[in-house]
């Protein structure tokens, strides 16, 4: 990698074997950009990461790995990471890739675009189910409401014309 960014007019300025000394070098060399692999020995990338971010690095970091798992894009991602690229990419986009990063823009390889769209549009779903509250029947909430007032299971029975065990069904529904 380091012969294949150099012969693409791209300076290294370190390659470091392990997380510590990588950690330490990144401070001092403050590069252009930073490349993690989220699988290395010690500490994983995302760890790294978040050291990183908790240290105020302030230059790009980017993810390049072997990974097309959505859990690690997203979590690289969410974690700071300006870039997500594959090890397998074409010399030239990967270099081009990285020369976007440094200018600024975030850029995932382009075969984890649909990954990442998946990744979203989940999250987007889960939010709107995340709500329990909308998930009760009419019933329920006007017991919850009860309840959230401090009315025994009997009072409730007594005030809505059902019975006591009607009313446990529906807490235990409502829990």
């Known amino acids: 990698l380091q012969g294949l960014l150099e012969r693409h007019g791209i300076e290294i300025v370190a390659s470091i074997g392990n997380s510590q000394d990588g950690i330490k070098a990144a401070q001092e060399l ?13 500490m ?14 302030k ?6 790995t072997t990974s ?6 997203v979590n690289a991602l969410k974690g700071g990471a300006q870039g997500y690229l594959l090890k397998d990419m074409e010399p030239d986009e990967l270099v081009a890739a990285l020369r976007d990063i440094v200018a600024g823009d975030t850029v995932v390889a382009p075969n984890l675009a649909q990954i990442l769209a998946k990744a979203v549009q989940g999250d987007e779903d889960a939010q709107a189910d ?24 009997k009072v409730i029975a007594r005030n809505l014309g059902i019975s006591d065990g009607t009313v446990k069904l529906h807490v235990k529904a409502i829990l």
Do not use: C, H, Y
């Open 130 to 153: 995340t709500n329990p509250i909308e998930s009760l029947t009419p019933r329920e909430f006007e017991i919850l409401e009860l309840l959230a007032e401090g009315q025994s299971n």
């Open 30 to 42: 403050n590069p252009d950009v930073l490349l993690l692999d989220l699988r290395m020995p010690e």
């Open 59 to 64: 230059k790009p970091i980017v993810m390049l």
């Open 68 to 73: 097309d798992e959505e859990k690690d894009i």
């Open 44 to 57: 994983g990338g995302l760890e790294i990461l978040k050291k990183l971010q908790e240290l105020k690095f």
